[in-house]
């Protein structure tokens, strides 16, 4: 696939199709629109990417999650990568 890029997501409009995005590919198709409420607001250490194809259309998204582990006794900054999200084309 050529004319893809990937970036992090901007508070608002981008959100809100990165939300979208996601209930499409876990079947969110009824019921509740807050079910996934978290995705159009800022978390502290949650960083949300998505993938646009050459159009600009929003193809992909995923969220990740910064924390901490600790590893041998020592601290390690760590991620984890969740709500991973692309349009079923």
Same mark, same amino acid.
């Given at each position: 696939?050529?004319?893809?890029?990937? *970036? &992090? #997501?901007?508070? $608002?409009? &981008?959100?809100?199709? +990165? #939300?979208?995005?996601?209930? @499409?590919?876990? /079947? =969110?198709?009824? /019921?509740?629109?807050?079910? #996934?409420? &978290?995705?159009?607001?800022? #978390?502290?250490? *949650? @960083?949300? =990417? /998505?993938?646009?194809?050459?159009?600009? *259309?929003? !193809? $992909? +998204?995923?969220?990740?999650?910064?924390?901490?582990?600790?590893? /041998? $006794?020592? *601290?390690? !900054?760590?991620?984890? !990568?969740?709500? @991973?999200?692309?349009?079923? &084309?």
């Amino acid at each position: 696939m050529t004319g893809v890029s990937v *970036r &992090e #997501l901007t508070i $608002g409009d &981008e959100l809100a199709s +990165a #939300l979208k995005l996601t209930k @499409v590919a876990f /079947g =969110y198709q009824t /019921g509740d629109p807050s079910t #996934l409420p &978290e995705i159009t607001n800022p #978390l502290d250490g *949650r @960083v949300v =990417y /998505g993938a646009f194809d050459s159009a600009g *259309r929003l !193809i $992909g +998204a995923m969220h990740d999650v910064c924390h901490e582990q600790w590893w /041998g $006794g020592r *601290r390690v !900054i760590a991620a984890d !990568i969740s709500a @991973v999200a692309v349009l079923p &084309e």
